[in-house]
């Protein structure tokens, strides 16, 4: 018998969470590999999952939770032996089949990725589902020209979003490269200092990119952007990017619509660059985490991190709904 967070949905429909003890027949048959669960993140989407929001969640009772690490138990594929450290992100886990917020997953083999020599099982998870994307943004980037010889001395990446858990890797991960980053943040004296830690350069307050423009062209301010806010920030952010550049879409934290311009892409031939880490390709998850071993600045994962356990995941979970979570909560199983 293992430690699980169950949700439930009672017969008016509501979801309600709680901790159990459950055993590996809960966890099914499909899937050719258990895991020991070391670490699990905590997302966005755990929030909106955890509090019965978006609908994201369709049969139960289940366990959610939709990335997590540890070492294989058990193996049915020939890919995985017992011992080995594992990576799972994406592939809709802890929505349509069980996740990580219990001591064991299982999990199909082609879901997961097996660790970078160099990292360990807490690292990844503090990358987690938010590194694997910043570094599909920044390829995306790369493969649109972002080089850092394009930079000179004024010239920055803009981040958007930049306290929460994309954006302050993101911001590390542009800055260990050398890049010179901006960041946009709502909570600039909260989380001012921890963006410095994390690289940044500038500090952009939310409210300064907030409003629309009246001017569709701005003055190129920004090579490139990563962005996970979208909305009206967006549109403004697209008037002001440097002939060429690009932003790579992330998230829409800031909202669905987009009320942009088409003048940006006809006469400064802008890129818009839609990023989804939930169904990449295994070959991309697997060059992207190597590249994150290899170049993530690794000593400022113990800034970007909290640890919880189980039981906080609750309070947390409706916390990160409200934007209230600085980096990445990691839950320790
Ligand atoms: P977090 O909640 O950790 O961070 C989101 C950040 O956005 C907040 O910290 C805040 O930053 C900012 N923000 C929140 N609300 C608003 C608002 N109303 N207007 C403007 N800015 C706001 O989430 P993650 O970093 O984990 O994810 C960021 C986004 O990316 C989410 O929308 C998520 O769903 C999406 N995502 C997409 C993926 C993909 O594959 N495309 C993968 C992972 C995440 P600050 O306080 O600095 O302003």
Redesign the pocket.
Same mark, same amino acid.
């Given at each position: 018998m293992f430690d699980a967070l169950v949700l439930e949905q009672d017969d008016a429909g509501k979801t309600r969470s709680e901790i159990r003890q459950v055993d590996n027949d809960f966890l099914g048959e499909e899937g050719e590999v258990l895991v020991a669960v070391e670490y699990a993140g905590v /997302?966005?989407?755990d929030g909106l999952c955890i509090n019965g929001l978006g609908r994201l969640i369709r049969e139960f009772p289940r366990i959610p939770g939709v990335e997590f690490s540890g070492e294989v138990l058990e193996s049915r594929d020939a890919r995985y032996k017992q011992g080995d450290k594992v990576i799972a992100t994406g592939w809709r886990i802890g929505e349509i089949s069980h996740g990580g917020y219990a001591q064991r997953a299982r999990i199909k083999a082609d879901q997961l990725v097996p660790m970078p020599a160099s990292m360990t099982t807490r690292q990844a998870m503090i990358l987690g +589902?938010?590194g694997l +994307?910043a570094m599909?943004g920044l390829q995306a980037l790369e493969a649109h020209g972002l080089t850092l010889s394009k930079g000179d001395d004024a010239a920055e990446v803009l981040v +958007?979003?930049?306290? &929460?858990?994309?954006?302050s890797i993101s911001v590390a991960l542009l800055s260990a490269l050398g890049y010179r980053v901006a960041? =946009? +943040?709502?909570?600039i004296d909260a989380?001012g200092d921890f963006l410095r830690q994390m690289g940044a350069h500038t500090l952009i307050a #939310?409210d300064d990119l907030?409003e629309a423009s009246a001017r569709p062209l701005e003055s190129e301010r920004w090579l490139s952007c990563i962005d /996970?806010? *979208?909305?009206q920030?967006l549109a403004r952010i697209l008037g002001q990017l440097s002939y060429g550049g690009s932003v790579a879409a992330? &998230? /829409?934290?800031? *909202?669905n619509d987009l009320p942009a311009n088409v003048l940006p892409f006809l006469l400064r031939g802008v890129n818009l660059l839609g990023?989804?880490? =939930?169904f990449q390709p295994c070959e991309h998850r697997v060059a992207a985490w190597e590249r994150l071993a290899a170049q993530f600045p690794m000593e400022k994962l113990e800034t970007i991190v909290t640890e919880i356990n189980l039981g906080s995941l609750e309070e947390t979970s409706k916390a990160?709904l409200k *934007?209230e979570?600085?980096g #990445?909560c990691l839950v320790c199983l």
């Open positions: /997302n966005y989407k +589902t938010p +994307t599909f +958007t979003g930049a306290a &929460g858990g994309v954006g960041a =946009v +943040t709502g909570r989380s #939310r907030s /996970n806010v *979208g909305g920030m992330i &998230g /829409n934290a800031g *909202g990023i989804d880490s =939930v990160i *934007g979570i600085q #990445r």
